[in-house]
């Protein structure tokens, strides 16, 4: 098991640049999990497309829907304390702090393109490679 980011799901369901690397570690590893936050977030992230017409409506409930599928059981909820010590002790956001406090307390790795975690969190953060 790996927590990911919203923007390495957002890779495997938008297709760009990253989208094999997405699809190599979902082959790799097809545990993906997520504190519940990384709904909000992927939302966010569709509704940019939405906005920019470059996803139609039913497309971007559709991936949603899809995401939400690979993600079933595997959502969970962080301790606010560990999320704050995390922004205590970096210059990551509360939000960014959620996917690696999650790391923490699986005891497993963080995936993510974010340079400010990859640099915050260099024992428990990885990069999507």
């Known amino acids: 098991m790996i927590v990911v980011d919203a923007n ?3 890779c495997l369901y938008l297709p760009g640049t990253h989208t094999s690397r997405a699809e190599a570690l979902l082959e790799h590893d097809p545990e993906w999990a997520a504190p519940v936050l990384w709904r909000s977030e992927f939302r ?3 509704a940019g497309y939405l ?3 470059t996803l139609s409506f039913e497309k971007a409930a559709a991936v949603q829907r899809e ?3 690979l993600l079933r059981g595997l959502e969970f ?3 606010s304390r560990d999320v704050l010590e995390l922004v ?3 210059d990551c956001s509360a939000c960014d ?3 690696a406090a999650l790391a923490l307390k699986l005891g497993t790795q963080l995936v993510t393109m974010d340079r400010k975690l ?3 969190f260099p024992k428990h953060a990885v990069a999507l490679a």
């Open 97 to 99: 702090c959620e996917f």
């Open 8 to 10: 390495v799901i957002a």
């Open 88 to 90: 205590r002790d970096s």
């Open 67 to 69: 995401a939400e599928d």
């Open 77 to 79: 909820d962080v301790d």
């Open 44 to 46: 966010k992230i569709l």
């Open 118 to 120: 990859l640099r915050a």
């Open 51 to 53: 906005r920019r017409k």
